[in-house]
């Protein structure tokens, strides 16, 4: 089975545009979940969702940013517009909540954005 | 505070010894915790995971709980160079949702 797939792998832009990050979980997890990772903050969750639904937004920096997931297999972080301290790398994440919350979750490759 | 607090290294240890890393963290509600290891460049990978006091054992891997320290550890037996990588610690709680909090990690360089 294929693991947690994200595109594109790179992206640059410039301060001001429109950026669209993509995710397909692991099918049959229930759990999705959009990080952030820079060298200054580290690892940090900015939204996930269960069973499509978002369940905890608190880690989403400002309203620059949104997140959706339309379906079970697909899920988008946006952020409009771009500014440069944006730039860092985002990973998705999925889990099955099937067995408690014990549950590993599996991290997708992440995508280095870089926001000239 | 941070809520999950490690090192962040670098640890060096030469080839075939013990690495210790640790992790403390301060919401007495988790329940589970993580080490996940990271290579350069990649994503985190979960190598080992704990959710009773005491011992774990898993190859070259024990992971150490005690909860009434908030402490957490992980002993990587017989490194070696492959071994080097950076490794986050991670706990769980019911307080925060079920969502992992990831400490900083501690960058882990093993010498031949």
């Known amino acids: 089975d294929a693991g947690v797939i994200q595109s594109p792998r790179h992206e640059v832009t410039e301060m001001g545009q429109e950026v669209t990050l993509r995710c397909k979980p692991i099918?049959?997890?229930?759990?999705l979940f959009w990080y952030r990772q820079t060298m200054m903050r580290g690892l940090e969750l900015l939204i996930y969702?269960?069973?499509?639904?978002?369940?905890?937004d608190s880690g989403m920096p400002e309203d620059r940013f949104s997140a959706k997931m339309p379906n079970a297999s697909f899920s988008t972080l946006k952020i409009q517009p771009s500014e440069p301290r944006d730039s860092a790398v985002y990973f998705c994440?999925?889990?099955?909540?099937?067995?408690?919350?014990?549950?590993?979750?599996?991290f997708g490759p992440g995508t280095r954005l870089t926001v000239l | 505070q941070k809520e999950v607090e490690q090192n962040s290294g670098p640890l060096s240890v030469p080839e075939g010894a013990i690495a210790s890393l640790n992790c403390t963290y301060s919401?007495?509600?988790?329940?589970?915790f993580f080490w996940y290891r990271q290579y350069s460049g990649k994503s985190p990978e979960l190598i080992m995971s704990i959710y009773s006091n005491g011992d774990k054992e898993d190859g070259r891997f024990t992971a150490q709980l005690n909860k009434a320290s908030q402490y957490v550890s992980l002993l990587i037996r017989d490194s070696q160079p492959s071994d080097s990588a950076t490794y986050l610690c991670?706990?769980?709680?019911?307080?925060?949702?079920?969502?992992?909090?990831f400490g900083q990690g501690t960058e882990l360089s093993v010498k031949p």
């Open positions: 994440a999925s889990s099955s909540g099937l067995a408690g919350v014990y549950n590993e979750q599996f």
């Open positions: 969702f269960n069973n499509n639904v978002p369940i905890d």
């Open positions: 991670a706990s769980r709680s019911y307080n925060q949702g079920g969502k992992l909090i």
């Open positions: 099918s049959g997890h229930d759990y």
């Open positions: 919401d007495r509600g988790s329940q589970s």
